[in-house]
RNA sequence: CGGAGAGUAGCGCAGCCUGGUCAGCGCGCAUGGUUCGGGACCAUGAGGUCGGCGGUUCGAAUCCGCCCUCUCCGACCA
């Protein structure tokens, strides 16, 4: 039971009704109604820290998220949120909700669970794949788990927006998601069961929609800053159904769970997907004659080129998959790699996977031999990447076992049914803008932007009545914010060995009152007062009134990072003193024990922290 | 889905090769006492179907088979 010496917490004086003098069958739950009290007391928290690192988490983030007793897990990429973790993620929230209402975003909430038949009619139950949860209820009903909103929210526009007079709109929600993600990873950086803020705007025009997407950058800029991060905007893929942008905010931190290009000089940043690299053209040299050489054992490029003696930049390479129903041969110079995804933007499927060899010989390619040169034209699309153009002279496949061909060039020698560039971007490679170096980084993707265009209205048939009366499909934007990942990533950005340092604006708490002495009646006394005269002052006061040593006291403070700390302890408060110190730095000070000069004090550390 | 690793008390681990005083250690937890400003000390104690199922054996945490779960790397990621 709590001992007596400690008085009840008692209720916010803002909230309507005093909770705590309603009749409660016993005293101790009072204390644990979180959102009522004016502090909390650990000693009747949740606060299960460790003082261990834990064996299977290796990145800071969800390391210090388990020891802090921040979060628990209950399967792989589905965790509890215990209170800190929590308080912290309304706190993300609350900055979320105040920038999105700045842009006119109306906050609603719809289900998780969906009919699979509005899933299939935006062609997505397949092109989902496996990570769309899918499941029957009772009456044998198909249903989907939720993943993202697009067809629940183009639905409700649908019914909802019948004219122009009721455009721009904003939507948005904060609410949980579910994908069956192949491998989670990192903690909370990437997991299965998520909370996101989603958001959806309904415009009459592109050109409306292009107005409006910069305030929507600009929010989540803001939301970023305020939550202590600076992303790098980086160019994202604008995936199939085209749309005039997309941009992801990329937090650098080498256990991001994505990778993306950056120039050095700064002017270039794109995902990995759609990153675009200079490539080099074989200037002035001349087209010499097709020459078949032998090349015994020769299946891959590593060997064609070491054993001819040549660069591998002057082979070309072909590569093979299915899309569509028909074979997709890709014909790329050798040293480079293909990018699937812009391969699939060329190619203008969403399934791309990789040839069996019975495909390759059906069109009459010789694996590890194969060549663009004679093979049968019909159920094979050719895709050549625009670096092959401007190559000469490249060794390729002779579609026969044991042979290559010497000096082929394109067009020359064999045709195309598309050039583009379906080539990665490399580190090392040369900047599209400025001719500078890329480099390849890892980023944590903090949120994502999308100019949607009508794919959803369209296939919902959403659509309003224009100026001039006529029915035409919404344009739509999506904007996403993975919240529980957004607070990982904080703590990435903001930890040192110790423990977390949270910026206040995202702290659980404002300040830690460490009490060393709890058993002591005076002590106990006095850091009620303490904490409630911080309350007064509005700030958020965890006091750590457990039984514990003062050194455990201390590194739990560090570990759990609040922004500052009290220290209620024998040596200061004989000298009328309590002392202060600040997570961040260290920086230390006395001040009277007195609520005034305590607040004030508290507000310094915290201005300092701020600034 | 490929590669690697791991499941023994709440957490971190040893034991396994070589089957039989191997159900153990540290932390934590409970009780009592001493401490009390930077992860204290003493004493006593609670807590485990050794991931599951099956097999080998007189006997299995230990050997064999199948399965499950988790972590890391890769593939994947509107």
């Known amino acids: 039971m709590a001992d007596t010496s400690w008085p009840r917490s008692p209720s916010r004086r803002r909230w309507s009704m005093d909770r705590t003098s309603w ?18 007391r650990a000693s009747q928290y949740l606060l299960p820290t460790w003082k261990e690192d834990p064996a299977d988490a290796d990145i800071p983030s969800h390391r210090l998220m388990l020891r802090a007793g921040m979060i628990r897990p209950l399967a792989a990429g589905i965790y509890t949120y215990l209170p800190l ?81 009721q455009l721009p709109l904003m939507l948005y929600q904060i609410q949980t998601k579910f994908r069956d993600e192949p491998r989670s990873r990192g903690g909370l950086v990437r997991v299965r069961e998520f ?17 409006y997407y910069p305030q929507v950058y600009q929010a989540y800029l803001n939301i970023f800053r305020r939550c202590g991060l600076a992303p790098l905007p980086v160019e994202a893929d604008p995936g199939l159904m085209g749309g005039s942008g997309s941009h992801e905010f990329m937090l650098l931190n080498e256990h991001g769970e994505d990778t993306l290009v950056q120039c050095e000089r700064g002017d270039y940043a794109a995902n990995r997907e759609g990153a675009v690299a200079v490539k080099d053209a074989d200037e002035g040299e001349r087209e010499r004659p097709l020459e078949k050489v032998a090349t015994p054992n020769c299946y891959t490029i590593d060997a064609v080129a070491s054993f001819l003696g040549v660069p591998k930049r002057k082979t070309a390479k072909a590569v093979f998959y299915r899309g569509k129903g028909e074979l997709v041969f890709v014909v790329i110079r050798g040293d480079l ?24 010989a059906a069109v009459g390619a010789v694996p590890g031999y194969a060549s663009p040169i004679g093979i049968r034209g019909d159920g094979v699309k050719v895709v050549v990447d625009d670096s092959i153009p401007k190559a000469r002279n490249l060794v390729a496949g002779a579609n026969r076992e044991g042979w290559h061909l010497r000096n082929v060039n394109f067009p ?19 900047c599209p803008r400025c001719g500078g170096t890329l480099r390849v980084k890892r980023g944590i993707e903090l949120g994502h932007i999308f100019k949607l265009g009508t794919k959803y209205s369209e296939a919902l048939g959403a659509t309003f009545l224009d100026r001039e009366g006529r029915p035409r499909p919404l344009i739509m934007g999506c904007y996403g914010i993975g919240t529980g990942r957004l607070l990982a990533a ?19 708490f404002h300040v830690f009152v460490a009490v060393l002495n709890p058993d002591r009646p005076d002590h ?47 040596r200061a408060l004989a000298q009328g003193e309590v002392d202060l110190e600040r997570r961040r730095d260290g920086a230390r ?14 507000y310094d550390l915290l201005r300092a922290e701020s600034s």
Request: glycine letters at 6%.
């Open 490 to 508: 904080v703590i990435e950005r903001h930890h040192d060995d110790q423990g977390i340092i949270w910026p206040a604006s995202v702290a659980p």
């Open 337 to 360: 790699e293909v990018n699937e995804t812009k391969l699939a933007r060329a190619v203008g499927t969403t399934d791309l996977a990789p040839a069996t060899e019975a495909d390759i």
């Open 412 to 430: 020359r020698d064999f045709s195309a049914d598309i050039v583009a560039d379906v080539a990665m971007a490399r580190d090392g490679d040369r």
């Open 524 to 570: 106990a006394t006095f850091a009620v007062r303490v904490a409630e005269c911080l309350d007064r002052a509005g700030l958020e006061v965890l006091v750590d009134d457990r039984e514990r040593t003062a050194g455990e006291k201390f590194h739990d403070a560090k570990l759990l990072g609040i922004p500052v700390l009290v220290v209620i302890g024998p």
């Open 23 to 40: 009749p409660l069958p016993c005293g101790t739950f009072s204390a644990n109604l979180g959102a009522t009290m004016a502090y909390v």
């Open 589 to 602: 000070r006395k001040v009277p024990a007195e609520p005034d000069a305590l607040a004030h004090g508290v």
């Open 85 to 165: 973790a929590w308080r912290a993620l309304r706190k993300i929230e609350a900055i979320i909700r105040e920038e999105m209402d700045a842009i006119g975003g109306c906050e609603i909430h719809m289900p998780m669970v969906h009919p699979a038949e509005l899933w299939a009619k935006t062609g997505r139950l397949l092109d989902f794949g496996p990570q769309l949860v899918r499941f029957r209820d009772r009456a044998g009903r198909d249903m989907v788990l939720g993943p993202t909103h697009e067809e629940v929210v183009t639905d409700l526009a649908r019914r909802e927006i019948q004219s122009w007079r």
């Open 195 to 211: 909370t996101m803020k989603d958001a959806y705007s309904f415009h009459e025009s592109f050109e409306d929609l292009d107005r």
